[in-house]
Structure formats: structure tokens, C-alpha cells
């Protein structure tokens, strides 16, 4: 029975050609008017044959598994509680399951006490090298990072432009709902609801007396120790105005997804001057 196969192939790629005329004729050409909006009919399931997607006018819809650059899932901005904070702990397991290794993470670290704090301070993937494979997405263990669906990257730039930093990376959690919507529903059902893991686990413990007060101390703390700060910077004539005067910059240090563009450059600043002060002394310290 040889060449039965190859015929068989043959035959289906035949009638696929013809079919794509006699469609043509059956539809009368309404198919590709172009006062008609029939790229449904065209891409749905009663078409037949070959058609010209009449790229970038019009444009294939892509499945809620299409995966392209990741991006970082943020809580809504419109969240009661949290809006706009990250989903990412800066753990990390990311950055070290990536074949390619682009992405780089830096942890925040608390202003007062510098004790490192579970979100990114600067999140930086470089697109150009990324080869959109999902693993950051899939070992994540918060679901905080999501494979996008926006393909169309292209630029003129090939130095910092693909390179993608926080700003770029961070979309709501409302957009990852409208572009996957039933993978959002199989993890939300696996999860145990549309909210954090942080939150849930706040939302168990009924936020205990016990909580409460620790957070109120470590409030009050933070508050005093910024008094004392403010107090030795300012002038001996302006102290008694600026101990007077309500810290303006508590949001900022309680939440910094709410900087401006201005604070989050120095953020950025400052994080990448601690991470080369750390990467010259571990130098040092090989050297010896």
C-alpha cells in the first residue's frame, strides 16, 4: 500500500484549495467587503477554505493560553484596601527557573529599619531576550506573574527600550481577568478565592486583637522615629513648625505604589546603588 498515505495528503490540501473558491461563490464575495464587518464569519467555524487576514487592520484572535511577555499582576487601583499593591514578594524563584536569565529582581528594603520588605523595589525583564516559555508564571507561587498577550513589541530602539521595569510590567489584576477569563476562574477555584493569598490568610486569622496591636506599634514606631528625623534635619528656628506640621510623606513610605514618578526614580536609584555596593564587596571579599 504505498503512496495510499501520500495521496490521502494530497487530497485533503486539494480540497482545501477548491474549497476556498466554492466559498468564495456560495458567499458571493460579501466575505471580503470592505463596508462589511464579517471577520467573524470569516475566522468562525462555518468558513471554509483558505483566507487573508488583512494584517494590521485586521487581526487573528489569540487563545486565552497565547503566551508572550510576562507581566506582573497588581490589585486593582480601585481596591478598597489595597490599591495597586503587588501581588510579588520578590522571592525571586522567577528570576532563577529562567532559561534565558532576564529577568533581575531587587527587594525593597524598610526606610527605618532597613529589614527587607516581601515586594519588588525594581522588577526589570528584557524582552529581547525572553523566549516566552512560562516558567516564571508557572513556579510563581503568589500567581503574581501572568503571561501577556500583547505581541505587537516591535520598536526601532534595540538598547533600553525592551527592557521592560516595574512601571511597564504592572497591570491590574482586572486586566488578566479580561484577557484569560476561564483560566482566572480555574485559579481562582484552586486558590480559594479572587483575592491574595496574603489577604485570605488575613481574612481567616479575622485580623486578631493580637495583629492589631503589633501593627499599631510598629505604626507608632515608625512615626517617631520619622519625628526624630524630620526634627534633626530641619533648622532649630523651623522645628517647632515642622514637629507640628503632619508627616506628608507617610503614604509614600506605608505605600509605595503610590509614589510619583520622581520617588520611584530614586527607589530605583537607590536599590541599584545597594546592589552594586554589595556586588563590589562580595568581590572584595573573593579577592581576599
Not at 26 to 35: L, T
Not at 202 to 230: F, I, L
Not at 272 to 282: E, M, N
Amino acid at each position: 500500500m504505498n503512496g495510499v498515505g501520500f495521496a490521502k495528503g494530497m487530497w485533503v490540501t486539494l480540497r482545501h484549495f477548491l474549497e476556498t473558491y466554492v466559498d468564495d461563490v456560495r458567499y458571493g464575495f460579501r466575505k471580503y467587503a470592505p463596508d462589511l464587518d464579517n471577520f467573524e464569519t470569516r475566522q468562525g467555524v462555518d468558513a471554509q477554505g483558505a483566507f487573508t487576514v488583512q494584517y494590521p487592520d485586521e487581526k487573528v484572535a489569540v487563545p486565552e493560553r497565547f503566551r508572550f511577555v510576562p507581566f506582573l499582576v497588581v490589585e486593582n487601583y480601585d481596591h478598597e484596601e489595597r490599591p495597586g499593591k503587588d501581588w510579588c514578594t520578590s522571592c525571586g524563584i522567577c528570576a532563577k527557573v529562567c532559561p534565558p536569565q532576564c529577568i533581575w529582581i531587587v527587594r525593597s528594603n524598610d526606610p527605618e529599619t532597613g529589614r527587607p520588605v516581601p515586594e519588588p523595589e525594581a522588577f526589570f525583564i528584557d524582552i529581547d531576550i525572553c523566549m516566552n516559555c512560562g516558567f516564571c508564571a508557572e513556579f510563581c507561587p503568589f500567581d503574581a506573574i501572568k503571561m501577556d498577550h500583547d505581541y505587537e513589541l516591535a520598536s526601532y530602539d534595540r538598547t533600553t527600550n525592551h527592557i521592560f521595569d516595574k512601571d511597564k510590567l504592572s497591570k491590574e489584576f482586572r486586566y488578566w481577568n479580561t484577557i484569560a477569563p476561564t483560566r482566572a476562574v480555574e485559579e481562582a477555584e484552586a486558590r480559594g478565592g479572587w483575592e491574595h493569598k496574603d489577604v485570605q490568610k488575613e481574612a481567616r486569622r479575622g485580623g486578631s486583637t493580637r495583629d492589631k496591636k503589633a501593627d499599631a506599634a510598629r505604626a507608632e514606631k515608625r512615626e517617631a522615629v520619622r519625628a526624630r528625623k524630620e526634627a534633626a534635619a530641619a533648622p532649630k528656628a523651623e522645628a517647632p513648625a515642622a514637629e507640628a506640621a503632619p508627616a506628608k510623606e507617610e503614604p509614600a513610605a506605608e505605600a509605595p505604589w503610590n509614589d510619583d514618578e520622581e520617588q520611584k526614580r530614586k527607589r530605583r536609584e537607590a536599590a541599584l546603588r545597594r546592589k552594586a555596593a554589595r556586588a563590589a564587596k562580595r568581590a572584595e571579599d573573593g579577592d581576599s
